[in-house]
């Protein structure tokens, strides 16, 4: 064999050599491997991109269950594949406003979050309410139907917070004292830090066209005006006990596009009662510190997860 001989079988070699590792690389990814190139940034964006997997990458009962109802700033967490969480509960509200004494229930609060994937979660919410100015007469009616996803985005890494979008609309069901008579939309970012063991500071910003139909919210005639509540809240966490946590909030609402706008701003505290990993009870009051606020709150209720 000549040397050019041998360089050409070289050369042959090398050439197949790339070509079996260049197959090789584009081999597809199975769920059990990651592919680099095109794992999404965002947790749901992986879930959507495996859409049809039979198989789990968490399991949600190896945490206790976490509500979204107690307090003004939900959680980052979403329920889980499979997993169907009801939450349900009573408030109070009590304003004194230039010699008018106001009074509002809502109950039951029911909010109903299916899990659809690891990180997508499905939700409807629906509750009534009953407002009273002195001894006057009684607005009371159902509130629009709300529904929406909410979406895992993000872990804790470092500064990065565990973080969720929930995607929000209304559907015009509700009596006429509260229903805004059409489609609403609204978007929350929530975002938390676990600072250390047993602590964590929390919080979200969003907005809502027509304050979801809130009966709280809304104008006197619901439908007739258009604007928008933008919301903002910050809220520390903390672990009392195994079966006892505790929080304190400061959230805010503020109206844009109304002839007179309003700035509605509260400090919440609330506490937690774990009977079980998947029964939890709570309780809580606020108090208003702007001029439109309420001048107190408080309610009561619960979690169970199926």
Not at 53 to 67: A, C, D, M, V
Not at 207 to 236: H, N
Not at 243 to 252: L, W
Request: net charge negative.
């Amino acid at each position: 064999m000549t040397r050019n001989d041998r360089f050409g079988l070289v050369i042959l070699i090398m050439v197949l050599l790339s070509g079996q590792r260049t197959v090789a690389a584009q081999e597809p990814c199975s769920d059990a491997c990651v592919d680099p190139i095109r794992e999404p940034r965002l947790k749901f964006l992986d879930d959507l991109w495996h859409l049809g997997r039979t198989n789990s990458y968490r399991n949600p009962y190896e945490e206790r269950i976490e509500t979204d109802r107690h307090d003004f700033t939900q959680s980052p967490t979403t329920v889980g594949r499979g997993v169907a969480q009801l939450e349900a509960g009573y408030t109070f509200f009590y304003r004194d406003h230039e010699d008018e004494i106001e009074r509002a229930h809502t109950t039951p609060e029911v909010l109903v979050r299916l899990g659809l994937s690891d990180d997508i979660e499905f939700r409807l919410r629906w509750t009534y309410a009953w407002e009273a100015v002195d001894e006057g007469e009684i607005a009371e009616s159902a509130e629009d139907l709300r529904w929406g996803f909410k979406l895992r985005a993000t872990d804790q890494d470092a500064w990065i917070p565990e973080s969720a979008l929930e995607l929000r609309f209304t559907v015009p069901t509700g009596g006429s004292d509260f229903s805004t008579r059409q489609v609403e939309a609204g978007l929350d970012y929530i975002y938390g830090w676990q600072i250390v063991e047993g602590w964590e500071l929390y919080g979200s910003t969003g907005f809502g066209t027509q304050a979801w139909g809130d009966f709280g919210l809304v104008p006197e005639e619901p439908a007739s005006d258009r604007f928008i509540a933008w919301t903002q809240s910050l809220a520390l966490g903390t672990e009392i006990t195994e079966q006892i946590t505790m929080y304190q909030e400061f959230f805010g609402i503020f109206s844009y596009g109304l002839q007179d706008d309003y700035a509605e701003v509260y400090f919440n505290v609330g506490v937690d009662f774990y009977a079980t990993s998947n029964l939890v009870l709570d309780v809580r009051s606020g108090v208003g510190i702007t001029p439109d606020a309420d001048d107190f709150f408080a309610g009561v209720g619960g979690g169970y997860r199926f």
